[in-house]
Protein backbone atom coordinates (compact mmCIF):
# COMPACT_ATOMS: atom_id res chain seq x y z
CA UNK A 1 0.00 0.00 0.00
CA UNK A 2 1.21 3.63 -1.19
CA UNK A 3 0.65 6.84 1.40
CA UNK A 4 -1.42 8.98 -0.05
CA UNK A 5 -0.14 12.65 -0.80
CA UNK A 6 -1.67 15.19 0.98
CA UNK A 7 0.33 18.80 -0.51
CA UNK A 8 -0.38 22.29 0.77
CA UNK A 9 0.72 25.59 -2.10
CA UNK A 10 1.11 28.56 -0.35
CA UNK A 11 3.44 30.10 -3.37
CA UNK A 12 4.38 29.44 -6.90
CA UNK A 13 7.19 27.18 -5.76
CA UNK A 14 4.90 25.05 -4.00
CA UNK A 15 2.50 25.29 -6.82
CA UNK A 16 4.75 24.04 -9.58
CA UNK A 17 5.24 20.91 -7.18
CA UNK A 18 1.43 20.23 -7.65
CA UNK A 19 1.33 21.11 -11.19
CA UNK A 20 4.27 18.49 -11.74
CA UNK A 21 2.25 16.28 -9.88
CA UNK A 22 -0.99 16.73 -11.71
CA UNK A 23 0.34 16.72 -15.47
CA UNK A 24 -1.66 14.95 -17.47
CA UNK A 25 -4.10 14.72 -15.04
CA UNK A 26 -7.90 13.64 -16.63
CA UNK A 27 -10.36 15.88 -15.41
CA UNK A 28 -14.31 14.91 -15.96
CA UNK A 29 -16.03 18.60 -16.58
CA UNK A 30 -18.61 17.64 -14.32
CA UNK A 31 -15.96 17.13 -11.34
CA UNK A 32 -14.88 20.63 -11.56
CA UNK A 33 -17.21 23.24 -8.60
CA UNK A 34 -16.43 26.52 -8.13
CA UNK A 35 -18.71 27.18 -4.61
CA UNK A 36 -18.46 31.56 -4.58
CA UNK A 37 -19.98 31.64 -0.99
CA UNK A 38 -17.11 29.46 0.30
CA UNK A 39 -14.46 31.41 -2.07
CA UNK A 40 -13.44 27.78 -3.06
CA UNK A 41 -13.04 25.73 -6.66
CA UNK A 42 -12.60 22.56 -6.35
CA UNK A 43 -11.79 19.27 -9.01
CA UNK A 44 -11.18 16.37 -8.53
CA UNK A 45 -8.49 14.30 -10.87
CA UNK A 46 -7.53 10.55 -12.35
CA UNK A 47 -3.96 11.49 -11.88
CA UNK A 48 -0.78 9.55 -12.95
CA UNK A 49 1.15 8.46 -10.30
CA UNK A 50 4.81 10.09 -10.66
CA UNK A 51 6.09 8.93 -7.15
CA UNK A 52 8.58 6.79 -6.59
CA UNK A 53 7.81 3.14 -6.71
CA UNK A 54 8.09 0.82 -4.05
CA UNK A 55 10.91 -1.58 -3.80
CA UNK A 56 11.23 -4.49 -6.55
CA UNK A 57 12.70 -4.72 -10.22
CA UNK A 58 9.51 -3.84 -12.06
CA UNK A 59 7.84 -0.52 -12.04
CA UNK A 60 3.82 -0.55 -11.45
CA UNK A 61 2.33 2.11 -13.68
CA UNK A 62 -0.98 3.33 -11.70
CA UNK A 63 -3.38 5.92 -11.50
CA UNK A 64 -5.03 7.57 -8.23
CA UNK A 65 -8.06 9.81 -7.70
CA UNK A 66 -7.02 13.30 -5.58
CA UNK A 67 -9.02 15.92 -4.62
CA UNK A 68 -7.61 19.91 -5.52
CA UNK A 69 -8.71 22.53 -3.81
CA UNK A 70 -7.86 26.69 -4.01
CA UNK A 71 -9.05 28.36 -1.37
CA UNK A 72 -9.73 32.38 -1.65
CA UNK A 73 -11.35 32.11 -5.02
CA UNK A 74 -12.96 35.31 -5.78
CA UNK A 75 -14.38 34.42 -9.79
CA UNK A 76 -13.63 31.69 -12.46
CA UNK A 77 -13.96 32.19 -16.03
CA UNK A 78 -13.65 28.91 -18.89
CA UNK A 79 -12.20 29.14 -22.13
CA UNK A 80 -12.43 26.24 -24.60
CA UNK A 81 -15.68 23.97 -22.71
CA UNK A 82 -18.55 24.62 -20.92
CA UNK A 83 -20.36 23.50 -18.10
CA UNK A 84 -23.19 21.76 -19.19
CA UNK A 85 -20.38 19.27 -20.89
CA UNK A 86 -20.55 17.24 -17.66
CA UNK A 87 -19.37 13.85 -19.25
CA UNK A 88 -16.21 15.83 -20.94
CA UNK A 89 -12.71 15.01 -19.97
CA UNK A 90 -10.30 17.74 -20.31
CA UNK A 91 -6.13 16.34 -19.60
CA UNK A 92 -4.60 19.36 -17.40
CA UNK A 93 -1.17 19.97 -18.44
CA UNK A 94 -0.15 23.06 -15.75
CA UNK A 95 -1.29 25.20 -13.32
CA UNK A 96 0.64 28.35 -13.30
CA UNK A 97 0.45 31.78 -11.26
CA UNK A 98 0.14 34.80 -12.99
CA UNK A 99 -0.67 38.81 -11.19
CA UNK A 100 -3.74 38.00 -9.01
CA UNK A 101 -5.12 34.76 -11.03
CA UNK A 102 -4.41 31.37 -11.22
CA UNK A 103 -4.38 29.00 -14.44
CA UNK A 104 -5.10 25.94 -14.90
CA UNK A 105 -4.12 24.74 -18.71
CA UNK A 106 -5.70 21.98 -20.74
CA UNK A 107 -4.78 20.08 -23.61
CA UNK A 108 -6.43 20.94 -26.57
CA UNK A 109 -6.31 25.11 -25.13
CA UNK A 110 -9.22 24.68 -22.72
CA UNK A 111 -8.26 26.29 -19.66
CA UNK A 112 -9.88 27.80 -16.53
CA UNK A 113 -8.59 31.27 -15.09
CA UNK A 114 -8.66 31.38 -11.20
CA UNK A 115 -9.16 35.09 -9.92
CA UNK A 116 -7.35 34.73 -6.28
CA UNK A 117 -6.70 37.09 -3.02
CA UNK A 118 -3.67 34.49 -2.63
CA UNK A 119 -2.31 31.36 -3.78
CA UNK A 120 -4.44 28.68 -0.95
CA UNK A 121 -4.06 25.19 -2.56
CA UNK A 122 -4.56 21.79 -1.11
CA UNK A 123 -4.03 18.53 -2.73
CA UNK A 124 -5.41 15.19 -1.61
CA UNK A 125 -5.21 11.92 -2.70
CA UNK A 126 -8.39 9.68 -2.60
CA UNK A 127 -8.65 5.87 -2.40
CA UNK A 128 -6.41 3.61 -3.61
CA UNK A 129 -3.92 3.71 -6.16
CA UNK A 130 -5.18 1.02 -9.78
CA UNK A 131 -2.70 -0.33 -12.59
CA UNK A 132 -2.67 1.00 -15.74
CA UNK A 133 -0.84 0.17 -18.75
CA UNK A 134 -0.70 3.80 -20.05
CA UNK A 135 2.44 6.21 -19.38
CA UNK A 136 1.14 9.61 -20.77
CA UNK A 137 3.29 10.97 -23.51
CA UNK A 138 3.59 13.89 -24.87
CA UNK A 139 4.78 14.69 -28.73
CA UNK A 140 7.56 16.27 -29.24
CA UNK A 141 7.86 18.64 -32.12
CA UNK A 142 10.79 19.39 -34.16
CA UNK A 143 12.15 23.18 -35.37
CA UNK A 144 9.96 22.96 -38.55
CA UNK A 145 7.02 22.64 -36.56
CA UNK A 146 5.45 19.54 -37.98
Not at 44 to 52: D, L, M, S, T
Not at 78 to 93: D, H, I, N, Q, T
Request: include cysteine; glycine fraction near 8%.
Amino acid sequence: MTAPLKLRAEDEEDLAVISAILQDALVAVGDIAFLPDEKRFVLVANRFRREQPGPGPQQQLERRMSGLRFDGVTGVQRRGFAPREAERLLVLLAIRAEAGSLYLDFAGGSSIRLEVERILCHLDDLGEPWPTRWRPRHPVEDDAGR
